[in-house]
Nanobody
C-alpha cells in the first residue's frame, strides 16, 4: 500500500489549496479515505472522511470551507481547502482504512500566513 500526498504550500489567509493523495497497492474503491493534520505541539486530528460509497464527514472547524472527494479512475483522494486560516497550518496526512487496517502516507506541509 502506498499513499502519496502532495499539494501543500504557503498561502495567505483567505487563500485556497488542493491536496491530493495518490493511492496504489490496494483496491481503492473499498477503502475509506481520510485526511488528518498535525500542528506543532498538538496531537494529530481527523479533518475529513470520505467513505467507500462517497459519504463525507468533516471536523466542525472546517465545515463549509473544506471539501473531501475521491476519483476512482485516478485512485486519488482530494482535499479542497478554501478560506484558509492561520490555525489551519499543519502537516496534512492522508490515510486509508481498508477492512479496519490503517495505512498512512507521508505528510504535506500547509502554512497559512501573511
Amino acid at each position: 500500500v502506498q499513499l502519496q500526498a502532495s499539494g501543500g504550500g504557503l498561502v495567505q489567509p483567505g487563500g485556497s489549496l488542493r491536496l491530493s493523495c495518490a493511492a496504489s497497492g490496494f483496491i481503492f474503491s473499498i477503502a475509506h479515505m481520510n485526511w488528518y493534520r498535525q500542528a506543532p505541539g498538538k496531537q494529530r486530528e481527523l479533518v475529513a472522511t470520505i467513505t467507500s460509497v462517497g459519504n463525507t464527514v468533516y471536523q466542525d472547524s472546517v465545515k463549509g470551507r473544506f471539501t473531501i472527494s475521491r476519483d476512482g479512475a485516478k485512485n486519488t483522494a482530494y482535499l479542497e481547502m478554501n478560506s484558509l486560516k492561520p490555525e489551519d497550518t499543519a502537516v496534512y496526512y492522508c490515510n486509508a482504512v481498508i477492512v479496519a487496517l490503517y495505512y498512512w502516507g507521508q505528510g504535506t506541509q500547509v502554512t497559512v500566513s501573511s
